[in-house]
């Protein structure tokens, strides 16, 4: 008899614990219910301002994480996934760069000697921070920020948001036009379930009514021998 209920209760501590969700090892703390996701932003008319290269200058809240800078591309999409990363945006006359100050890796090209163009850097006003959690019901994977530019002046880049692409498992896509500047526009609705959220569950449960209607059935057998 001790050791059936011993068995019970390993039964159902383990249909418990299959509830519980163990997500990924991530620096920050995730709320629950929902689920991190990939992050990228592209400026979308580059090429209406041939005599400008845009820079994004990427840094993170951990000061001791090195910054780093990337030359934009027309509809090429700069991901701002590393730890708490968000960007400055700036532009520079291309008469202002020397064919050498410019090194080409596999991530892309970028500004040698950054910090000795800063008094030709035009900067625009706002960060960019990336968009990091959304809530699972909407089973979103991918964020896409599409900025255009509005402007070019002497001394100030104006940008504005354009809209956001969300993509989600399989690559279905959904573009939402922004509205209203620094607020993004969310998914319309829930791109379906994860099953696992359901099966998982589900299964728990099922797991917990058999073993209780098991012990029952039991007791009233003990109960009439």
Known sequence: MQSRKNNQKILVLGTLLACIQLPAVWADVITPGASPVDYCFKIANINQYPNYYLIAYIKSANPSIPTYNKIIKQDKCLELNGYR???????????????QDIITNQQGESLIKFD????????????????RTLPDKYGI??????????????????????????????????????QTQNNRPFP?????LNLLNLIIPGLSLIGIMLVYRKSIFSKNHDLSS
């Open 188 to 192: 319309s609705g829930s791109n379906g």
């Open 85 to 99: 990363e968000y960007s400055n945006v700036y532009a520079i006359k291309k008469t202002d760069v020397k064919f």
């Open 141 to 178: 994977e991918q964020v896409t920020d599409v900025l255009e530019i509005v402007a070019i002046k002497q001394k100030s880049l104006n940008l504005r948001y354009k809209e956001v692409i969300y993509t989600s498992q399989p690559g279905k896509s959904e573009i939402k036009a922004y």
């Open 116 to 131: 000795s163009k800063k008094s030709k850097l035009i900067p625009a006003k706002d960060e960019i921070y990336p968009l």
